[in-house]
């Protein structure tokens, strides 16, 4: 019955598309997967104010919320919000102290106030001055999942991440990470699934073990 199933809303990373979720496939007897997209941020937003108006978007009572990276952040500040049956992040760190030293040396020194986000805001003008293919198709990767590139919203994001001032993991979600995440490189210390080969694109290119595991572990059965 339509009552019983489970909305699943999943959150993407900084200025990603929610078509980084295209091959998550949930059985759909159990589960309605819904898309949740970044919104420009309004002027001197805080994540806590902005989390409000990501929250008026959830149409569910008790839904899992699932996020990624920065998005990973975001949902935890929902679920500060609201009641959630399941809170799942990936590709994220649990709390400010997980952010990795170059991080913490950003906030400190206020890089975020000098980021070169312009830079994204055209990337085929980047790629001409890429220097070898790598690059090159590093930037198409990008530019095939970027879905905002509005500078306010690059900014804000930047500052809010290195900013987050989370002291203690939420003991009620669950925390994946890759082994060979190269941005958040230690962020899966005490209770944490690592997924072996996982990158911080894990999303995109571990679907599979997502398809497999995640019904379980929402639902309790594993």
């Known amino acids: 019955m339509e009552k019983d199933i489970i909305p699943v809303y999943l959150m993407p990373g ?6 980084i979720f295209e091959r998550i496939r949930l059985p759909k007897d159990q589960f309605k997967v819904y ?3 970044w919104m420009i941020p309004e002027e001197n937003e805080s994540l806590e104010a902005y989390a409000k108006r990501m929250v008026l978007k959830i149409e569910h009572d008790n839904p899992v919320l699932l996020g990624v ?7 935890q500040e929902m679920s500060k919000l609201m009641k959630v049956r399941k809170l799942i992040v990936v590709s994220s760190v649990n709390s400010r102290h997980q952010l990795p030293k170059r991080m913490k040396l950003a906030k400190f020194i206020k890089a975020y106030k000098y980021a070169p986000t312009q830079l994204l805001s055209n990337l085929d003008v980047l790629k001409k001055y890429a220097f070898n293919d790598t690059i090159s198709k590093r930037i198409d990767l990008y530019k095939t999942y970027l879905a ?3 500078k306010r919203y690059l900014d804000w994001a930047i500052k809010e991440m290195l900013l987050w001032d989370q002291e203690e993991p939420n003991e009620n979600a669950v925390y994946i990470h890759g082994d060979k995440d190269a941005i958040f490189t230690h962020s899966c210390e005490g209770d944490c699934i690592l997924v072996k080969g996982g990158t911080h694109i894990m999303i995109v290119t571990k679907y599979r073990w997502f398809n497999k595991h995640l019904p379980e572990l929402i639902t309790g059965a594993k």
């Open 148 to 150: 905002v590139n509005d």
């Open 35 to 37: 898309w949740l997209e």
């Open 69 to 75: 990276s920065f998005g990973g952040i975001l949902v």
């Open 14 to 19: 900084m200025a990603a598309k929610p078509t």
